[in-house]
């Protein structure tokens, strides 16, 4: 009988587009993003997908200072494998963005795989007052935001961190940057097998239907071959229908506050815990096994969590 895949599930903690008026679940001091990512992983989560932000207003922050806060007490914690973001702000140069991944040698970390636009000002409209002064220009703003991954920060990213032996989650927002990375991979660039984010309704990416996810599946097997392996974010409401569909496609799933605060339609989520458990529990009723930490680690050939820098 065919050994079954374990399907990894990844948690995005706190990201770096939600604000805090948006969901007073959203973590943002250093206790509540260490303390939601420990109940995160004690839920079945084998990945935490971190960001920092200022613990006085909930600002996106890519300082070390920020990472250091929390970063050793979830390794203390957890044995989980912890991913770093390098895409902390849509504004700030790669050079910053990347720093904390190569101040602290984590297991993982993320890079896009491409230049984009990158918007989520509607969601402005959905509130009145704010719990800080940045919030609504943060929002507001991205109408004007070019989200730059060019193939220069691209290589810059990957030739600074090839020293730590970083996996990178190469998060594709759209089937081009699947080219981009399979032209990547013939520069030298990154080495098989990948970790690819199939990323689904971010506004100025691919919408969130299974007809996507399908075409970019399929076309991810005519240019990786078995060279690569995968994982579904959905946005906002797609979060648990395209990352349930994905489970039953032999893939991998990530949930998290990052990526949509509801845990049903209408209701916010209580915490990353609550979506953690419940496409847990999807994916074993549906007869899926979740991957540990260490099944993780076989999975996507990662150096171990004894080779971080925190």
Request: hydrophobic content about 40%; proline content about 4%; aromatic content about 10%.
């Amino acid at each position: 009988m065919a050994k079954k895949n374990k399907t990894i599930i990844t948690c995005a903690v706190t990201g770096a587009i939600h604000t805090p008026t948006m969901s007073d679940a959203l973590p943002y001091t250093y206790d509540d993003i260490a303390t939601q990512a420990v109940a995160a992983a004690e839920a079945g989560a084998s990945i935490l997908h971190l960001h920092a932000r200022n613990p006085k207003d909930g600002s996106p922050s890519v300082d070390t200072e920020d990472f250091q806060a929390f970063l050793p007490r979830v390794k203390q914690a957890t044995d989980a494998v912890v991913n770093i973001s390098t895409g902390g702000s849509l504004t700030l140069s790669i050079q910053d963005r990347i720093k904390p991944a190569k101040t602290f040698s984590p297991e993982m970390c993320s890079m896009n795989m491409g230049s984009m636009n990158f918007a989520f000002h509607p969601l402005a409209g959905r509130f009145k007052e704010w719990k800080f002064d940045w919030e609504k220009d943060y929002v507001e703003s991205s109408e004007g935001n070019i989200f730059r991954n060019t193939f220069r920060d691209i290589r810059e990213a990957a030739e600074t961190l090839a020293p730590h032996d970083i996996k990178f989650e190469h998060e594709c927002y759209d089937v081009g940057h699947l080219y981009n990375l399979k032209f990547c991979m013939d520069l030298g660039l990154f080495k098989a097998p990948v970790f690819i984010q199939f990323i689904f309704g971010i506004l100025g990416g691919i919408g969130p239907e299974v007809d996507n996810l399908v075409f970019m599946k399929r076309t991810a097997d005519r240019l990786f071959g078995d060279d690569y392996r995968w994982s579904v974010l959905g946005a906002g409401g797609a979060q648990m229908p395209l990352a349930a569909t994905a489970s039953q496609m032999g893939g991998n799933v990530r949930v998290g506050l990052e990526d949509s605060l509801f845990i049903q339609r209408g209701k916010l989520a209580e915490n990353n815990a609550q979506q953690v458990a419940k496409i847990r529990h999807i994916v074993e009723e549906l007869g899926a096994e979740v991957a540990t930490p260490d099944e993780a680690r076989e999975i996507l050939g990662l150096k171990g969590g004894d080779r971080v820098n925190f």
